[in-house]
């Protein structure tokens, strides 16, 4: 069911030169959710809990263009859209009432959406319904501020967007010295309810920063109002059957271990902030220590309650001392100059041509598809961390022609993504 949908949504070169209409920018939706009648707590950047929060996805660049104003996040987005809510349960943090918080990214602050009765908690929701001591961050997806643009293709948008944000919360919580633990499997539609979204917002995930306390949690009294995220709205009926298809894994492996987290802490703090999607590549080659530094980073283990395989293929196109050619787990799998190759296959992106290596990820159909997604994405995020700190550029890069790759590579399993690196 769940590869339904990906393989009807795969690009290919007749799909992308169909016509289409136009966007009206005007009509954009809005990146912000405000929940303006509750109360803000601006994060201080100064204080280490803030700071916490703050990584997970707040603003730290603007870009002006005539008559317009992009403001840039932690995390990268496709197309810049921000489809992504971030949603935190705190319970017992000292400077913060207990209580469900939403990140307002527009005011850079907390609002508390509702303060925790003595036995409540988001937890009665999970499968081990123990308190937690700590954070509970929620991530959702407000679809349609990516299928305005994307059209059916952008729930895949949706769920990569939202594993970065799970990546952006693995390097906060390394650099404030917090465990943390993904978790796919909640009663999703019974949160939705208490939360107000009315089928245009759905949470995808979720992580928990905390330890567990002895107490059960009981379920929320909560009820909160719709509030719009977007400001226009038009259903797809595509997505919506996606995400109503993919609210349930099943079968799940989950993963105990932690990554090995290679950096020091001062220069990461850095990082952070200082990361941005490359643009455009001059196409000098990188240095093969720093490809193996993004090798070895990005396939550590990653502790969730939902494991799914990724396979990381890569096509070097100019690294020092590395014969050219398509690469996996070490091998080369098939020598050759593939520059004009990947950048055909990126959509025709000069990204994937004029890059030092261009990566794809695939996974299998039987997996389950929200949590792989997601994984995908959070791959991605390490790939981006971990070029950064190598001070050479990297960027996500969503569209790609399915099949077409799929042949390049040799595989039958699903291209989840594909991401890009050089200088
Ligand atoms: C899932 C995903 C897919 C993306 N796909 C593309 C792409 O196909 N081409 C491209 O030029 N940039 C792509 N990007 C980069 C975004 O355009 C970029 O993240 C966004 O403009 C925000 O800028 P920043 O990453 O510099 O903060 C993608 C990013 C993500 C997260």
């Known amino acids: ?94 400077g913060f009432e207990d209580g469900i918080y939403h990140f307002d990214i527009a005011y850079g602050g907390v609002r508390l959406l509702y303060a925790l009765g003595e036995d409540e908690g988001v937890e009665a929701y ?21 299928s305005w643009k994307y059209k059916n293709r952008a729930y895949r948008y949706c769920l990569l967007d939202a594993g970065h944000a799970l990546g952006a919360l693995e390097i906060s919580a390394f650099l404030y010295e917090h465990a943390y633990h993904i978790h796919y499997d909640f009663d999703i539609a019974a949160l939705n309810e208490r939360f107000g979204f009315a089928q245009r917002e759905s949470f995808v995930s979720s992580a928990v920063v905390g330890v567990p306390m002895s107490q059960k949690a009981a379920k929320l009294g909560m009820a909160l109002p719709f ?59 990188i240095q093969k220590a720093q490809l193996a530094f993004v090798l070895e980073f990005m396939p550590q283990p990653i502790p969730s309650d939902c494991d799914e395989k990724i396979d990381i293929w890569y096509v070097i196109n ?4 590395m014969l050219q050619g398509l690469y996996k787990d070490g091998e080369l799998i098939k020598a050759g100059d593939f520059r004009a190759k990947t950048g055909y296959l990126c959509l025709e992106q000069a990204l994937g041509s004029q890059s030092a290596v261009t990566f794809f990820l695939t996974g299998k159909a039987k997996g389950n598809y929200r949590p792989m997604m997601q994984k995908a ?47």
Not at 18 to 45: A, N
């Open 1 to 94: 069911m769940h590869d339904t949908y990906h393989k009807a949504t795969e690009h290919s070169y007749w799909s992308v030169r169909q016509p289409s209409r136009g966007l009206d920018w005007s009509m954009q939706p809005s990146p912000f959710k405000i929940y303006e009648e509750y109360p803000l707590i601006p994060l201080d950047l100064d204080n280490p809990t803030h700071k916490f929060i703050y990584y997970l996805g707040g603003i730290d660049a603007k870009k002006s263009y005539p008559g317009v104003e992009y403001y840039l996040r932690t995390i990268p987005s496709a197309g810049a859209l921000y489809p992504t809510e971030i949603y935190l349960q705190i319970r017992e943090v000292e």
């Open 126 to 146: 999970f499968c081990d319904k123990r308190k937690i001591k700590g954070f509970v961050s929620l991530y959702s997806t407000i679809y349609y501020r990516s």
């Open 227 to 285: 509030i719009d995220g977007t400001r226009s709205f038009e259903p797809n009926p595509m997505i919506e059957a996606a995400i109503q298809d993919t609210k349930v894994v099943h079968h799940c492996r989950p993963n105990f271990r932690y990554p090995k987290m290679p950096f020091v802490k001062e220069r990461l703090d850095e990082v952070v902030v200082q990361r941005r999607s490359m643009r455009d590549f001059k196409g000098y080659p």
């Open 318 to 321: 100019n690294v020092k001392e």
């Open 377 to 423: 994405g959070h791959l991605g995020h390490r790939c981006y961390i971990a070029s950064e700190y190598q001070k050479i550029g990297c960027s996500g890069i969503g569209a790609f022609y399915d099949e077409e790759v799929q042949e390049f590579l040799g595989t039958k399993d699903m291209v989840l993504y594909a991401l890009a690196i050089g200088v």
